[in-house]
Structure formats: C-alpha cells, structure tokens
C-alpha cells in the first residue's frame, strides 16, 4: 500500500508489477480528492508501460456516495485502467464549519458504519481473489453527483486562499505545517501561508490543538462545534 502523502513520483513500477491496481479514497465534492486526481492527471500509462492494467475503487463518504462506479470507471479508462471493483463505505463528514452545525454519527452508528464496511471490504476481497468483477453503489442518480462536481470542484481548488491562522491562538506546534499531506502550509518569518497545492481535507483545521487554523476568517468554536479527528474520536 502506497499513502499519496508527499508522494513525489509516479510508482510506476508497482503499477506495472501489479495485478491490479486499487485506488482508495475519500469523496470530496462527489469526485475524487484534488490529490488523487492531481496524481491521474501526471500519469502518463505509455510512458509507465501500462495499458488496461485492472483497477478497484474503494471510496469512503460522509453523507452518500454522489460519485460512483459510473464517474470512478470513466475516470479510469482516462487514464489507462480498467475498472473491476467499486465499493462505497459510509463513515462521517469530516467538517464543522463556523455557522453551519455538523451532523457527526453517534459512536454506536459509527460501529455499525465500521462493521458494514468491513464486510464491504471482505466481499471485495474475495472477489479480486476470485478475479470476478465487483461492482456495488450504483448510487444516486448521475445528475446530482455532476451538479456537486460542478458546484464544488473550483471552492476546492481555492481552499487554500480560504485558510489562514489566528496567530494570536496559535501555539507554533507547527503539527499543521508536518501533517499536511500535501505540504501545502509553509512557515516563514513568523507567517503561516496556504499554497494552491492545498487538497481540502481540513486536517490542519480539524487537529490543530489550539482551534487556531481559520476558515475564511472565521473558526468554530470547538463548545459548540466538535472537530472529526477520526472515528475513535466520536462520542
Ligand atoms: C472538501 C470535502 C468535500 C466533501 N464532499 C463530500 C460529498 O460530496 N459527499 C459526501 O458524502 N461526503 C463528502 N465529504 C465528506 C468525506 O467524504 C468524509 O468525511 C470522508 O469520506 C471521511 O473519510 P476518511 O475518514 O477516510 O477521511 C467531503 C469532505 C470534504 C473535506
Ligand atoms: S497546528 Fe495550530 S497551533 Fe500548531 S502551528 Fe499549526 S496553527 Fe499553530
Ligand atoms: S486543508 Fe490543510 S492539511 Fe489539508 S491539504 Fe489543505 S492545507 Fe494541508
């Protein structure tokens, strides 16, 4: 398993030498992250040696899965793979935004979101071992999920100039600055900047020990507004 964190080159190797390949990824927008799609997009399968080569999808959603095996299979045969799997796993939204209330699930609802996917993922397993095609989530209908891809992908790619740091609250841990998995938070001079780099997945907001990472200006005061930091962190 390869974590797309501060990954700096193609694997092309391992795609190669693979006998399939899987991509899992949270949904973001009914699409994929920027980080994955970023990735696809410097993918180039002639020059990698690879064409065809099978692919499963695996993707976790907050609400409902807007994306798909029918975006995920297009998105694939783009860049010279081929769907066999796709499978969904409903966990939780991972953002509490000032003003808006986050609906986060009860830790008994989470276990059984868990217990659920696990046996999703199990099924696939078998599946892949079987080398049969596994195709679940045929989802909502294809019109909401390119009405949220439209909606959302450009606030996305502008994320970064939404994000700032309070540095009157700010402890200078500088976890953000370490975890971002795309190293998109740079710090000089005293000064937090947000680089388009920026894949929207609100880890520097939701674990930043002093709640001092903005949004537009603005943050959620953590009384009334929990941070996802995971599903052992529900209550
Ligand atoms: C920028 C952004 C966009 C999101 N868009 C969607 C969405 O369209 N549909 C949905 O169900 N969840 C959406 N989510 C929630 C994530 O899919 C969910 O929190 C994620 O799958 C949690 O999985 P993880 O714990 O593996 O990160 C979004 C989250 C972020 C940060
Ligand atoms: S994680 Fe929060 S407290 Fe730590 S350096 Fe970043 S903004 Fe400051
Ligand atoms: S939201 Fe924060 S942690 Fe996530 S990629 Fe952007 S800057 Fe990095």
Known sequence: ????????????????????????????????????????????????????????????????????????????????????????????????????????????????????????????????????????????NLLPGAMIRKATKKRQEEQYQALSVDSTRCIRCMSCVRDCPTESIIFKDGDFTFMPSCTACFRCYNFCPAFAVLINGRYAAPEGYERYQGPESLK
């Open 1 to 140: 398993m390869i974590s797309l964190d501060r990954l700096k080159t193609v694997p092309y190797e391992k795609i190669r030498s693979a006998g399939a390949v899987g991509f899992a990824f949270p949904v973001y927008g009914a699409d994929m992250p920027l980080i994955v799609s970023r990735l696809l997009e410097r993918m180039d399968p002639t020059a990698g040696g690879f064409r065809d080569k099978p692919a499963f999808v695996l993707t976790t959603a907050g609400y409902a899965d807007a994306y798909g095996p029918f975006e995920a299979g297009k998105t694939m045969r783009k860049h010279g793979f081929r769907l066999v799997a796709y499978v969904n796993v409903r966990v939780s939204i991972n953002i509490s935004l000032p003003g808006g209330k986050a609906a986060f699930p009860s830790a008994a609802v989470m276990k059984r979101r868990l217990e659920r996917g696990e046996k999703a993922l199990d099924r696939l397993a078998g599946k892949l071992t079987e080398g049969k095609r596994h195709i679940t989530n045929a989802g909502p």
